[in-house]
């Protein structure tokens, strides 16, 4: 199979709520295609290379949490446009040095396919290196979070299982959520949407209308 192939060639990279770009991959666990993830979530994620330091460090950090990813039915896909054999020679690195075995696929993307067409590769720059682009897909295959962090810093992965959550929250209750919420906080009521609407919250005795607490499913898993 090529190492990297999209459906269609798209104008420019994904938004928000737009469904994920098709791809198909040579990983260090094998094949993987978008298809494939279906019914569950997906955080594909890019670096800018193989043996750097903080790639290195977030990998490590991406499998010591890559348990709490799967209880919230999340699988997790590295990228980068390194050769799949650089890249088990990585994971095998890792694994020497650290104790740390990679338990997600890292796929291959010579051709810069993929990290172009999701706008991994910053046409400004003077080299091919993949920004540290994060991507989560839902079940359904919408993009519901994308995010750039700069090569020199390295990603939250907190963060990350933060939002996952609150994702799930909002799927799950309507409730949207606030700043800071972890599983186990309250979640907002969206903003209401006519006067009547408005008033009634007022009459239900909040401190304010526009923000008002509800209990939250709390699907997520706490740190």
């Known amino acids: 199979m090529p190492p990297a192939t999209t459906v269609m060639p798209p104008t420019r990279p994904p ?11 040579r990983t260090t666990l094998g094949p993987r295609s978008l298809d494939q993830y279906r019914g569950r ?58 104790g ?15 990290a172009a067409a999701y706008g991994m590769i910053h046409t400004q720059d003077s080299n091919t290196a993949t920004v540290r682009a994060s991507f989560l897909i839902d079940p359904a295959g919408i993009i519901r979070l994308l995010g750039y962090y700069p090569m020199t810093t390295g990603r939250s992965v907190e963060e990350l299982l933060r939002v996952l959550a609150a994702l799930q929250e909002t799927d799950a209750s309507g409730l949207s ?18 006067v009547a609407e408005a008033r009634s919250r007022e009459q239900a005795g909040a401190p304010a209308w526009y923000y008002q607490s509800r209990p939250a499913r709390s699907c997520g898993v706490r740190s």
């Open 15 to 25: 938004r928000l709520g737009e469904p994920a770009i098709p791809f198909a991959l």
């Open 41 to 98: 979530w997906l955080l594909l994620f890019s670096h800018p290379a193989d043996f750097t330091p903080v790639c290195t460090s977030e990998f490590i950090a991406f499998a010591r949490a890559f348990p709490r990813f799967q209880t919230l039915g999340c699988d997790l896909l590295g990228l980068s446009v390194d050769s799949l054999f650089a890249h088990l020679a990585w994971v095998q690195a890792i694994r020497q040095a650290f």
């Open 100 to 114: 740390i075995d990679i338990p997600f696929p890292v796929a291959e993307d010579l051709s810069m396919t993929v």
């Open 177 to 194: 959520t606030p700043a800071e919420w972890r599983p186990g906080d309250d979640g907002i009521l969206p903003p209401p949407v006519t």
